[in-house]
């Protein structure tokens, strides 16, 4: 694990924003093979939308963290806002952001927003996993020690083992990363089947937070209780389940009951 590539003079080339860089680049590129696939032109947009979801999933992923999580320490340290690199990063919040910001982008260029929100589902997911390498790169979003003499043990200059030393970790960030791959593979079937608009995107959604959920239970950077027994990304998770079910359900309703009898 080198979290320092090389230096250009004093300048740092960090692992975790070459891979994180790369998670964009390439998510962005199968999304345009995906949407290139359903031959309505609409591929052109894509390098444009990438760019603009990946600011601000960025921004979303940071600010998410800062205000959630580590605010009692930045609102004293202002300048350190944007210092990513100290493993302040909160996927949930740049997915939110960076959805958001293609929501815009779709409705100003008079895209189907919600046909693309499914088609561009499993590139969101891919981009997930290969950030996911980036933490484990960085030595942040770790696991709880295991308790015994197997787990990650990380480098002296990780916040991981300035959190907890040389104690064995939980690979969370790891499982996470393999678990996205699985959604990744699960989604690209799903797309295979005659489901409704706004279903891919709707199961996305289900099956992340649905893993995200479990893996919390493991994590050990941040494991404050919200809600008496959940973290704050359990219980973000809990809601997003809830919601991206019911709406599932009323979608796949709806193309059922709109269906000519036969």
């Not at 969101?124 to 295991?146: K, S, V, Y």
């Not at 083992?161 to 799903?190: K, N, R, S």
């Not at 309703?253 to 009898?261: D, I, L, M, Q, V």
């Amino acid at each position: 694990m080198h979290q320092y590539l090389f230096f250009i003079g004093d300048f740092p080339v960090r692992a975790y924003g070459l891979v994180l860089s790369l998670s964009i680049i390439l998510a962005t590129g199968v999304g345009y093979f995906l949407v290139k696939k359903e031959g309505r032109g609409e591929e052109t947009y894509l390098v444009d939308l990438g760019i603009y979801c990946g600011i601000a999933g960025l921004i979303g992923a940071r600010l998410w963290d800062v205000f959630f999580f580590d605010w009692d320490y930045y609102s004293h340290h202002l300048t350190e806002l944007f210092n990513v690199w100290q493993g302040g990063m909160a996927i949930q919040g740049g997915i939110f952001l960076g959805v958001l910001a293609g929501i815009f982008y779709c409705r100003h260029h008079k895209l189907d927003t919600v046909r693309l929100m499914d088609v561009l589902a499993p590139a969101i997911i891919l981009g997930q996993a290969l950030g996911r390498c980036a933490n484990l790169l960085n030595g942040d979003a770790f696991g709880a020690p295991t308790g015994g003499s197997f787990g990650i043990v990380y480098p002296a200059t990780t916040l991981a083992a300035h959190t907890y030393g040389t104690q064995p970790l939980w690979p969370a960030e790891i499982w996470e990363g393999q678990l996205d791959m699985v959604i990744f593979a699960l989604l690209l079937m799903f797309r295979c089947t005659n489901h409704a608009k706004g279903q891919c995107f709707a199961l996305y959604v289900m099956l992340y937070s649905a893993a995200r959920f479990g893996l919390e239970f493991l994590r050990g950077d941040y494991a404050e209780k919200v809600l008496a027994f959940m973290t704050s990304a359990q219980t973000t998770s809990f809601f997003a389940f809830t919601i991206a079910f019911l709406i599932f359900l009323y979608l796949g309703w709806r193309k059922t009951s709109s269906s000519p009898n036969t």
